[in-house]
């Protein structure tokens, strides 16, 4: 079973720029979270999407967004790139919020770079 | 707001040693605990936790959660150069209809010298 892909891995935009980031969940689940990781803050929650409809979202500002299309797969989006938006972003699918004993499985990460 | 705690942030140990990290989390309505490894890019799943008292086990990993105390521990016994990584807490609540939201401390970085 193929686990969770991202794409890209590896970007590189400047200040201003926006960029879209892709995750293909686990086949079968419908559970997709986003997550940002930086050395300073560590991993934190940015949005859940659930049968293309987002059902959580962190602490985040409004230049953060995402979708989910019907086949589970989503996209996140940052518009309006700043310095600090470079981390690893990190996507991870779970089978449904109703299996109270399924976890997350992460994918590889796209490495983000705001120059 | 929900928060989760790791200690130490960081260990050196010796191949075979064994070490205890540690893991304190406040959660409303908290329904379980997760232990990952991440070695290079993913975080990789260890165990789930969700009754307190009971132990986990994979290998010479074993896991345990308190309820009461609020904090699970994270052993690793005979040491190897490969379990060096950071190892990551993360707590998730129950909540309304179709969310799954996890909370991560900031990890405990382990580094086995042989």
């Known amino acids: 079973k193929a686990g969770v892909t991202q794409t890209p891995r590896y970007l590189i935009k400047t200040r201003g720029q926006q960029v879209t980031l892709s995750c293909s969940p686990i086949?079968?689940?419908?559970?997709v979270s986003w997550y940002q990781q930086t050395p300073g803050q560590g991993l934190q929650f940015l949005f859940e999407?659930?049968?293309?409809?987002?059902?959580n979202k962190g602490n985040f500002p409004g230049r953060f967004s995402g979708r989910q299309f019907s086949n589970s797969r989503s996209e996140m989006n940052v518009s309006t790139l700043e310095l600090g938006d470079s981390a690893l972003y990190l996507c991870?699918?779970?089978?449904?919020?109703?299996?109270?004993?399924?976890?997350?499985?992460f994918g590889p990460g796209t490495r983000l770079t705001v120059l | 707001e929900d928060k989760v705690v790791q200690s130490p942030l960081s260990l050196v140990v010796h191949e075979g040693d064994t070490v205890t990290l540690n893991c304190s989390y406040e959660?409303?309505?908290?329904?379980?605990l997760l232990w990952y490894k991440q070695e290079k890019k993913a975080p990789t799943f260890l165990f789930m936790l969700?009754?307190?008292?009971i132990e986990k086990k994979s290998g010479r990993l074993s896991s345990i959660l308190d309820k009461k105390e609020l904090f699970s521990i994270l052993n690793i016994t005979a040491t190897q150069t490969g379990d060096s990584a950071i190892y990551l807490c993360?707590?998730?609540?129950?909540?309304?209809?179709?969310?799954?939201?996890?909370?991560f401390g900031k990890g405990t970085k382990l580094s086995v010298i042989p």
């Open positions: 991870a699918s779970s089978l449904a919020w109703y299996n109270r004993t399924d976890t997350q499985y």
């Open positions: 086949s079968g689940h419908r559970s």
């Open positions: 999407y659930f049968s293309e409809t987002q059902r």
């Open positions: 959660v409303t309505n908290f329904r379980s």
């Open positions: 969700t009754s307190s008292g």
């Open positions: 993360a707590a998730t609540p129950y909540s309304g209809a179709g969310s799954y939201q996890l909370t």
